[in-house]
């Protein structure tokens, strides 16, 4: 029961599920998350890490990039039909769509640099 609760409150944040919805499109670094959703990097990082745990994302290192995808389910059968039945789910909500249509346009390098220019003034 404990595992089946975890995926279904790590899906009960509108911030997570629009997480989740941006990686059905591809893999996503924290900064670009985080440029899409207009969260804070910490904020990000903690989401991420409730979806992980719950077996709903996976994330990869490729050089100085964290990448995050969806999860095939092989770690929690909670996760995987959740994840199947998320895929039909709010494709008519037009704050969702809105979203998904800027996924493919958001570009990790600049993302990036825009965030470390921030940082530093």
Same mark, same amino acid.
């Given at each position: 029961?404990?595992?089946?609760?975890?995926? +279904?409150? *790590?899906? !009960?944040? #509108?911030?997570?599920?629009?997480? $989740? @919805?941006? /990686? =059905?499109?591809?893999? %996503?670094?924290?900064?670009?998350?985080?440029? +899409?959703? *207009?969260? !804070?990097? #910490?904020?990000?990082?903690?989401? $991420? @890490?409730? /979806? =992980?745990?719950?077996? %709903?994302?996976?994330?990869?290192?490729?050089?100085?990039?964290?990448?995050?995808?969806?999860?095939?389910?092989?770690?929690?059968?909670?996760?995987?039909?959740?994840?199947?039945?998320?895929?039909?789910?709010?494709?008519?909500?037009?704050?969702?769509?809105?979203?998904?249509?800027?996924?493919?346009?958001?570009?990790?390098?600049?993302?990036?640099?825009?965030?470390?220019?921030?940082?530093?003034?």
């Amino acid at each position: 029961m404990k595992e089946c609760l975890r995926v +279904l409150k *790590a899906m !009960s944040d #509108s911030s997570r599920l629009r997480v $989740l @919805k941006m /990686l =059905e499109g591809r893999e %996503l670094c924290v900064c670009e998350i985080q440029s +899409l959703l *207009a969260l !804070s990097q #910490s904020t990000v990082s903690k989401h $991420l @890490k409730i /979806l =992980e745990d719950a077996g %709903l994302v996976d994330r990869r290192r490729d050089g100085q990039w964290v990448l995050y995808s969806l999860s095939a389910g092989e770690r929690s059968v909670y996760a995987r039909e959740m994840l199947e039945r998320l895929h039909s789910w709010l494709g008519d909500d037009p704050e969702v769509r809105a979203l998904l249509e800027r996924v493919p346009r958001v570009n990790r390098t600049s993302c990036a640099r825009q965030f470390r220019q921030e940082r530093t003034g």
